[in-house]
């Protein structure tokens, strides 16, 4: 898989029966940064952190069909911190994702509100794991990667 600054790319090596295949299967028009990509343990979802637009996304493998999973993907505009259903859920430079083993849920690192989400795949549903507010932390705890 390839990640570039304004695109995600599937490529498919080439064997003795089929030749190598790249598949472009998300480039924004602009306006949006891929972060972290995560792909669901069943191969059937990819889901990503649109670091600029402030969102997360969600990619069907089997027809390339797009949709944002949890946040309003406005931009910095929209940015902010609250938990909730899909399109009310608000994040602030989400970089990295991991989708659980089980697949039903994601968790997000959410770099601009020093937080740890969680995203339930079926719904798009937020909940916070953990925020830490303010300077008095420890410097390992803020920013987290």
Not at 118 to 136: A, M, S
Request: hydrophobic letters at 40%.
């Amino acid at each position: 898989m390839n990640v570039g600054v304004h695109f995600i790319e599937i490529e498919v090596k080439s064997t003795e029966r089929r030749p190598a295949l790249v598949t472009t299967l998300w480039q924004p028009a602009s306006g949006s940064t891929p972060g972290g990509v995560a792909i669901s343990p069943d191969g059937l979802f990819l889901v990503f952190s649109d670091t600029t637009a402030s969102c997360i996304r969600k990619i069907v493998l089997a027809d390339g069909s797009a949709s944002i999973l949890a946040g309003t993907c406005a931009g910095p505009s929209a940015e902010g911190f609250q938990d909730g259903v899909a399109g009310v859920a608000k994040f602030k430079n989400p970089t990295h994702i991991q989708v659980r083993p089980n697949g039903l849920t994601a968790w997000v690192t959410d770099k601009g509100n020093n937080a740890m989400r969680v995203v339930t795949i079926e719904t798009g549903e937020v909940r916070t794991l953990w925020h830490l507010k303010g300077d008095d932390q420890p410097s390992w705890f803020r920013n987290p990667r």
